[in-house]
């Protein structure tokens, strides 16, 4: 089954600063990779997604790239602010009948002011 | 808000008993998934249901079991509870089971003794 890696597991960063989180999917039929960002104690929420007929989304300070041939895709977040900090789980999905994400283990982002 | 809700906020129980946690997915939103996160093992999916049909099946437990009824709101029952089945319990909802966006409810944390 499909096997998605998160790295780092913990990332620092200055305000203002940028930051990336990469991840890679085993199954090459995935088609579908959210990234979801959760605050301590709350609900996942959805940030950004992309899918792979497409190599890069963006929206306002965060982007997601896709390499579809090396089966691995990237968050980027500029100009950090400390409410960006959070954990971040990446994600992928097949497409078909079933759309279960298989989560990656998640990157704790630190934004010191 | 994501519009999925989730009953109740906390439960705590003992072990051997049996619990019912209740989701009730977005407006127009026919398929649901159910998602355990704990600390050790991240966010695992554990079992989908489309227009109340269980459609794809996670790292669910024998001991765990799911429905989904036909005003399209599920529930997730846990029997023979163990102290490691202690977890954060989250559903999401979306329109469709086919890679489309998953919007999660603000989860049930469970806690055994």
């Known amino acids: 089954g499909e096997n998605v890696e998160q790295h780092p597991s913990t990332l620092s960063v200055q305000e203002g600063d940028s930051a990336v989180i990469k991840c890679t999917y085993s199954?090459?039929?995935?088609?579908?990779f959210p990234w979801y960002k959760q605050e301590l104690g709350k609900r996942p929420q959805l940030i950004i997604d992309?899918?792979?007929?497409?190599g890069e989304k963006k929206d306002q300070r965060i982007a997601v790239t896709l390499n579809k041939t090396a089966k691995h895709f990237s968050l980027h977040i500029t100009e950090t602010q400390p409410e960006d900090s959070a954990v971040y789980f990446c994600a992928a999905s097949r497409g078909g009948s079933q759309g279960n994400l298989i989560f990656g283990k998640g990157t704790k982002l630190s934004v010191k002011p | 808000d994501s519009g999925v809700t989730q009953t109740p906020k906390h439960l705590i129980t003992a072990t051997g008993q049996r619990v019912t946690l209740r989701c009730s997915p977005r407006s127009g939103d026919l398929s649901v998934y159910w998602y355990q996160q704990s600390l050790d093992q991240g966010l695992q999916f554990l079992i989908q249901y489309y227009n109340g049909e269980e459609r794809a099946k996670g790292n669910i437990l024998e001991r765990f079991s799911a429905q989904q009824f036909p005003d399209l709101h599920s529930e997730l029952n846990l029997s023979s509870l163990e102290l490691g089945d202690s977890a954060l319990y989250f559903c999401?909802?979306?329109?469709?089971?086919?890679?489309?966006?998953?919007?999660f409810g603000p989860g049930t944390r469970l806690t055994v003794t």
């Open positions: 992309i899918r792979s007929n497409v």
């Open positions: 199954d090459s039929a995935s088609n579908y």
């Open positions: 999401a909802s979306s329109v469709e089971g086919q890679g489309s966006e998953q919007y």
